[in-house]
Structure formats: structure tokens, C-alpha cells
């Protein structure tokens, strides 16, 4: 395999590598360039393990198409038709690999995130301008962006538990509560996520 050094390879430094003085990486006589993020099959990772790189990123291309949503405004476009237009072309933007970054995000991040909707409702909507944001989202019958997201995420996750699943045999094996808190053995089986919720503990590592 052929190596393009100068467009698709680069290094990034994690956390608090990124503070250290580390020699340049050299690969055939080619110097890797050292960058704080970079875009990895459509979403961006920073260096610094925060989602900001990202979220700046969708706001941007979101803004740009919110452009073309007011022209069609301007052209006369049935109001149904802008729904449609903007859960067929906007939204999927926002949502874009979800389980990967949601949960990472700050709650300023997610705001960020969920005024892109709030602006293309009132855009789509003029009557609801005034209105608290749930409300516009009754109106408009369209979710808030986080539900969404979370619900991705479960369901994603969920489907991982499946024995059916090719990387369940990745996972480690399931616990029960009463097993993790040192307490008799209970005979349900709690899924990771039950887990998690319920005593904030996540799976036991294999030994």
C-alpha cells in the first residue's frame, strides 16, 4: 500500500502528550505533520478530547444550508414541503454519527446544537416565533435533537447485547447488581445500560 504523506497521514497527540516536547515522526524520509484535530470519516477529533472542533463544524455547514431554506421561503414553497426539506437535508447534519459524540457533549454544545433547530422552526414557522421552544416543537411536531440522539445511542448500544450481534463476543460478560454491590446473587441478568443507570458502574474487566 502506498502511502500519501503529504494529504491523508498526519499524527495527533492525546491529552497531555499534546504538552510534551516530542521528537518530529519520520516515516521514509517523510515528516509527519503534528495537528490539534482532524477529520476522521466525517466527524472531527481535537486533541484535547473535546467535541468543540465537531460542533463547530456541523453548526457551520447547517448555517450554510439554513441559506437555501430561506430562498425557498422567499419562492413560495408549500410549509410541508420546508418539514421535509429540512428532516431530509438539515437535521441528518446534526445527527451525523451521534452515538459517537453525544454523550461527550457539554451542555453548552448541546444548546449549540439545538438552536439550529429552533432557528429553522421559527424559519419554517413565523406564528411560533414567540413561543418557548417546546412549545414550537408541539406545533412543529419534530422531537428536540437530544431525545433523538439518545435514543439513537440506546437503541445502538441496545443492539450490542443481541447474542446475535458479531462483536457481542468483544464485550465483557454481564454483571448483576446485587452481584456488584458484594450482596446475594440475583437471578435477572441487568443489561450494561440498566447497570450504569442504576449504581453509576459499568462492566467488570476480564482478568
Known sequence: MKINYS?????????????????????????????????????????DMSWNLHVDYICARVNARLHYLKRLKRAGLPTDRFAIWYTSVIRPVLEYCAVVWHHGLRKYQTEAIEAIQRRTVHIIYPVITSMPYWVALRYSELSSLSDRCDTFCRNFFGKLLYPSNCIRHLLPPLVTLKSHLGLEEQPRILDPITVLTATNLSFNTPS
Open 7 to 47: 494529504k491523508k497521514t498526519q499524527k495527533m497527540l492525546l491529552g497531555q502528550l499534546s504538552k510534551l516536547s516530542i521528537p518530529h515522526l519520520v516515516i521514509n524520509y517523510n515528516s509527519i505533520e503534528c495537528v490539534c484535530g482532524f477529520k476522521l470519516l466525517g466527524v472531527y477529533i481535537s486533541n
